[in-house]
Structure formats: C-alpha cells, structure tokens
Nanobody, 127 residues
C-alpha cells in the first residue's frame, strides 16, 4: 500500500510559477515511477510529467520547457516545478505512482500503469 499526498496548489497569475510536492509513504519500495496528471473541468485526465526510478523524465508537449519534474529520494517526495503558467494549465493536479513494469509514459494516458493516486491539488491560473 502506498499513500500519496499532494501539496502546493493555489492561485497564480499567468506567467507565474508554482511548485507542487507529492510525499509518498507506505510501501515506497514498490514504486517504479511517479507521475503528475491533471484534469480540467469537462476534460479527460492527462499525464503531464513522469519520472522513473532510474531518473528518466518525460513531459507532455503542452508543458515541455515550462514544467520540470524532480525527486528527492531521501524525502520520498516528487516535485513538479511549473513556470510560465498559462490559464489553460488550470486543473486539479494529481500525483500518481506506478508499481508495475513500464513503460510509464508515451502514447496513451497510462492510467492503468499508475496504481496509486493522491487526492489532487487545485491549480488555478488567472489574472
């Protein structure tokens, strides 16, 4: 069992920055990859960033160059640094952990690969 807790969401102006954190607890040894999903009202949940146990990262085209996913293994925490935020980034952001075999990103949403989910944190980008 893995528990995930997101934090760091809030209201930010366009062009601003936020840093999301996801703290993992429980059977963290079983985690092979972690990702950040987001879901805007009326839209499907999409994978925006992922990082594997080996440190490989991947980003959705919509956030490349603006978002950075990173991890601190000593704290069992993954981060999502979001820069140059746009109104279309407004969504509930979910931390997710994958305990099975990859791949963990690419074509498709990979939601079936991510076994554990946080409760989400709201990010609102508005002037």
């Amino acid at each position: 069992q893995v528990q995930l807790l997101e934090s760091g969401g809030g209201l930010v102006q366009p062009g601003g920055s936020l840093r999301l954190s996801c703290a993992a607890s429980g059977s963290i040894f079983s985690i092979n990859a972690m990702g950040w999903y987001r879901q805007a009202p009326g839209k499907q949940r999409e994978l925006v960033a992922a990082i594997t146990s080996g440190g490989s990262t991947n980003y959705a085209d919509s956030v490349k160059g603006r978002f950075t996913i990173s991890r601190d293994n000593s704290k069992n925490t993954v981060y999502l640094q979001m820069n140059s935020l746009k109104p279309e980034d407004t969504a509930v952001y979910y931390c997710a952990a994958a305990g099975g075999r990859g791949p963990y990103y690419g074509d498709g949403d990979f939601k079936d690969k991510y076994n554990y989910w946080g409760q989400g944190t709201q990010v609102t980008v508005s002037s």
